[in-house]
């Protein structure tokens, strides 16, 4: 039984979960600040599901549509689909009855998130065709993830949101927009030949390596000024100062491993780096909510 969900949990990348979460939970607790960040064990659960059955949704839809391609490329050539570890029928199944878990955890959560439920998955979704046909699939991807944020806040205040939650909210999934499409160019320049030779989009075959690296550098920039922004409309202080600086930090390590390491070097700019830039920011975030704001310069 374990060694099957840790197949099919390997099949979806559930590990990459970490990416998309933090922001979530992040964006939970500030639209529950009122309750010192807490919104309910009933809605921390049902947006917990949410959030697992939507990338769910969306990995397996991109591992289906994939597949062929997948399957040529000697470093996704291994994975479940072409290997037949996992078969086309049931990886179709694993999608459908995520997207519908979606949608029956959003119907419980209030009439908006349900409306809206539909769209979501339209969206999430879609990212994994544009690589045929757009340069700016990056961008794509960024506003799938920048969802999770949104619909996070949604859950928990639903129609009763005001103006400056509006624009705390649009400023945090812009911020994430960035961050997605800055990773992702350096994720791309991995199949930079494969995309280049099969007719793939991405702004790293559309650009070039060292143009595509200049956009994911200002990218991250404008995401760190836009992170700044969000802490100072919530009126946060030391706490996500400091955590701001980590994830600055971060940031700029990542690139320069991009610049200066082998491409064996990325799946740690990628996913260590990015991973910690996730968790400070839900972790500076809840300890302003909770301390309410507590921590202050002197």
Known sequence: ?????????????????????????????????????WPGWRT???????????????????????????ALNPRTAGRHLPTGQISLAGAIALCVLSGAGLVAASHFLNP???????????????????????????????LALALAPVGAWLAVK?????????????TLAAAVVLWLVGFDI??????????KAHGL????VAWGQKNALAAAFLAHMVMCGLLLAF????????????????????????????????????????????????AVFLIVTVAEVVFQGGFKLR
């Not at 659960?45 to 994939?66: H, K």
Request: with cysteine.
């Open 1 to 37: 039984m374990f060694s099957l969900i840790k197949k099919w949990a390997s099949f979806v990348r559930f590990s990459h979960t970490v990416f998309a979460l933090p922001f979530a939970l992040a964006a939970m607790a500030v639209a529950a600040r009122d309750n010192r960040g």
């Open 44 to 70: 921390f659960g049902l947006v917990l599901a949410a959030m697992v059955c939507a990338r769910t949704c969306a990995m397996a839809f991109n591992r289906i549509v994939d597949r062929k391609s997948d």
């Open 112 to 142: 908006l998130c349900f409306y809206l439920s539909p769209v979501a998955l339209v969206v999430i979704c879609f990212y994994s065709l544009t690589k045929r046909f757009t340069d700016y699939t990056h961008v794509f991807l960024g």
């Open 158 to 170: 639903g129609e009763n949101v005001s103006t400056l939650e509006i624009l705390q909210m649009l």
């Open 186 to 195: 350096i994720y791309a320049l991995q199949d930079y030949e494969f995309d």
């Open 201 to 204: 989009h991405s702004l790293v």
């Open 231 to 278: 802490g100072l409309l919530c009126r946060f202080r030391l706490a996500y100062l400091l955590g701001w600086m980590i994830i600055v930090g971060c940031l700029v390590l990542e690139h320069w491993i991009a610049r200066r390491r082998s491409l064996n070097w990325i799946n740690l700019a990628f996913f260590r780096l990015n991973a910690v830039v996730s």
